[in-house]
C-alpha cells in the first residue's frame, strides 16, 4: 500500500484557484511568448535575408537562401533547443527547477539580441553569426520546456492542472502572432519611409539599404517580454515537491507553501519518514523505471516526435506553401518589403484564426475531456485534413479556390493545438516521479525536437517540385506528397497515442507510483 500523502502536497492538490497560480501561469507563460517568437520570427525573415546577401541583379528573380544556408539558418535553433531540453531536464532535477530557471531566460535575452547583429557585412559572416547565436538561443528556450511544464505541474491542483499547464503553453500562440505583428509594424514602418519600385521593375532598387536593419529588429525585439518577467522568476519559490520529495526537507516545503497558500501546514512526523526518509531512490536507468514508466517514456517521446514533423513543417515552412499555391505573389512583382510584409500578414491571419483558439480549446477542455481523448482527436483531424489538402491539392493551386486551401491549412494548426501540440507537452509533466519529472519532460520534447529538425530539413527539400524544383535544389516529391508523407505521421502518431496514460484527476504522486511499496510496484507493473 502507498503510505499518506504528505500535508503540504495533499493541500496543493486540493487547493481553489488563488492569485498565485494566475502569477506562476504568466511567469512560466512569458517564457513561452518568448520561445515561439524567437523559433518562429526566423521564417518571417528568411526571405528578406535571401534578397539582402544572395540577389544577382543580372537574373529575373530576387536572391534566395541557398538550400545549405536555408537548412542552417532554419534548423540551427532546433538543433540548440534539442540540447537545452536534455541538459537543462535534467539539470533541474539535479539543482531545482528554480535554480535553473533564471539562468535559461538571461541565456534567451542576451542571444536573442546577438542575434540580430553580425561581425561584418559579407553574406558569410552575416550568417554565421546568426547561427551561432540562435544555436545558443535554441538551447536557453530548451531549458524553459522541462522547467516551464514541471514548475506549473507542481504548482496546480490536480482538478486544474492541465488547464493551468496548457495555460502556460498556450503563450505560444500569442508568440507566434506577436512576431507577425512586430514583422508586420517594422516592415510596413520601412516600406513607407523608404518606398522602393518591384523587382521586375528595378532589380537594384527593389531592395533599399535601409532593409538591413529590418529583420535585425524583429529578432531582437523578443528580448522585451523575456526580460520583463526575470525579476518574477527570481522571486518564486522552488516547488514543494522537489523540496519535500528530492530535497527530503518537507519542513521547508511546508514552510514555502504556508507562505504561498496564507495557511498553517504542519506535516506528521510518522509521514515524513513514511514518505521522504525512506522514499524510492531508483533512477532513470533501472529495472524498476522501466517496468513501471519504460512503456509511457516510450509513448511520450514518439508522439511528440511525430507530431513536431507535422507541426513544424507546417509552422516554419508556411509562406512556402503560400507562395506556391498563390495566396502570396511571385517574389518579383514585390520589393523587399513588400514580401516580408504579406508573409507576416499571411502567418498573424493564421495564428489568430487556427492557432491560438486551438490552444485556448484546450485549455477549456482538457480537464473535462482527458489527456488521452483531445490527442487522439487532434492527430485523427490533423490526418483528415491533410489528406483534405493533398487529395486534391491541384484543385487548390487555381485562384478561385486558395481562401479555401488557407481555410483548411488553418484547420490543421486549431486541431494541431486542439490536440497533440498541447497534450504531448502537458503529459510528460505529470506521469513521472519528482526526481525524474523534469528529465523524462526534456527527453520527451528533445525527441519532438528531432521531429521538428526532420520536419524542418525534410520539407525543405522534399517538398520541392518534381519538375522544376527552386534554384539550388534537387527534385522533390512536391508539396502534394509531401502533405500525404505528414498525413502518415499524424495517423502514426493517433496508434502510438494508445500507449499514453490518462492523468486527469489524478495526483502527481498518484500517476507517477511514487513511493508505493514492492507489493503495490509489482500490482502496478501487471497492469
Not at 532589380?203 to 539599404?209: G, K
Not at 491533410?386 to 490543421?412: E, K, N, Q, R, S
Request: proline share 4%; hydrophobic share 45%; with cysteine.
Amino acid at each position: 500500500m502507498a503510505g499518506a500523502q504528505l500535508n503540504v502536497l495533499a493541500k496543493l492538490d486540493q487547493a481553489k484557484t488563488q492569485w498565485y497560480h494566475f502569477m506562476a501561469i504568466v511567469i512560466a507563460g512569458m517564457g513561452f511568448f518568448t520561445d515561439a517568437y524567437d523559433l518562429f520570427c526566423i521564417s518571417l525573415v528568411t526571405k528578406l535575408l535571401g534578397r539582402l546577401y544572395y540577389t544577382d541583379i543580372t537574373k529575373p528573380n530576387p536572391g534566395a537562401l541557398p538550400p545549405n544556408v536555408s537548412a542552417a539558418v532554419t534548423g540551427v535553433a532546433l538543433c540548440g533547443t534539442l540540447a537545452g531540453q536534455l541538459f537543462f531536464g535534467w539539470l533541474g532535477d539535479k539543482l531545482g527547477r528554480k535554480s535553473v530557471y533564471g539562468f535559461t531566460l538571461i541565456l534567451m535575452v542576451v542571444c536573442s539580441v546577438a542575434s540580430g547583429l553580425s561581425f561584418s557585412h559579407t553574406p558569410k559572416a552575416v550568417i554565421s553569426t546568426l547561427c551561432f547565436f540562435r544555436f545558443w538561443l535554441g538551447f536557453g528556450i530548451g531549458g524553459d520546456y522541462p522547467l516551464s511544464a514541471t514548475i506549473m505541474s507542481e504548482y496546480a491542483s490536480k482538478k486544474t492542472r492541465g488547464a493551468f499547464i496548457a495555460a502556460v503553453f498556450a503563450m505560444q500562440g500569442f508568440g507566434i502572432l506577436f512576431g507577425a505583428i512586430v514583422a508586420l509594424v517594422v516592415s510596413a514602418g520601412f516600406r513607407n519611409a523608404y518606398p522602393a519600385p518591384s523587382y521586375a521593375q528595378n532589380p537594384a532598387a527593389s531592395l533599399s539599404p535601409q532593409s538591413d536593419y529590418a529583420w535585425r529588429l524583429i529578432l531582437m525585439f523578443g528580448t522585451i517580454p523575456a526580460g520583463l518577467t526575470y525579476y518574477w522568476r527570481m522571486k518564486m519559490p522552488e516547488t514543494a515537491r522537489y523540496t519535500a520529495l528530492i530535497a527530503r526537507n518537507a519542513k521547508q516545503a511546508a514552510a514555502d507553501m504556508s507562505k504561498t497558500l496564507h495557511t498553517e501546514i504542519e506535516e506528521k512526523p510518522e509521514v515524513i519518514e513514511s514518505q521522504v526518509v525512506a522514499g524510492d531512490t531508483w533512477g532513470l536507468f533501472s529495472r524498476q523505471f522501466v517496468q513501471r514508466h519504460g512503456l509511457h517514456l516510450l509513448a511520450t517521446t514518439s508522439t511528440w516526435f511525430l507530431l513536431d514533423i507535422a507541426f513544424y513543417s507546417q509552422n516554419l515552412f508556411q509562406k512556402d506553401i503560400f507562395s506556391k499555391v498563390g495566396w502570396i505573389p511571385p517574389a518579383k512583382t514585390m520589393n523587399a518589403l513588400e514580401e516580408l510584409y504579406r508573409i507576416s500578414r499571411a502567418q498573424a491571419l493564421i495564428a489568430l484564426c487556427g492557432t491560438i483558439p486551438g490552444y485556448w480549446f484546450t485549455v477549456a477542455f482538457i480537464d473535462i475531456v482527458g489527456r488521452f481523448w483531445i490527442q487522439i482527436m487532434g492527430f485523427f483531424m490533423m490526418t483528415v485534413f491533410m489528406l483534405a489538402l493533398g487529395v486534391p491539392y491541384d484543385h487548390w493551386t487555381h485562384p478561385a479556390h486558395h481562401t479555401g486551401f488557407v481555410v483548411l491549412y488553418g484547420f490543421t494548426f486549431f486541431f494541431a493545438n486542439f490536440g497533440p501540440n498541447s497534450t504531448t507537452f502537458i503529459v510528460p509533466a505529470e506521469i513521472f516521479p519528482a526526481r525524474l519529472r523534469s528529465t523524462c519532460h526534456g527527453i520527451s520534447a528533445a525527441a519532438g525536437k528531432a521531429g521538428a529538425i526532420i520536419g524542418a530539413f525534410g520539407f525543405l527539400y522534399a517538398a520541392q517540385d518534381q519538375h522544376k524544383p527552386d534554384e539550388g535544389y534537387s527534385r522533390g516529391i512536391g508539396i502534394r506528397n509531401a502533405l500525404f508523407v505528414l498525413a502518415g505521421t499524424n495517423f502514426l502518431g493517433m496508434l502510438m497515442t494508445l500507449f499514453v496514460p490518462e492523468s486527469k484527476g489524478k495526483s502527481l504522486e498518484e500517476m507517477s507510483q511514487e513511493n508505493v511499496d514492492g507489493e503495490t510496484s509489482s500490482q502496478v507493473a501487471q497492469a
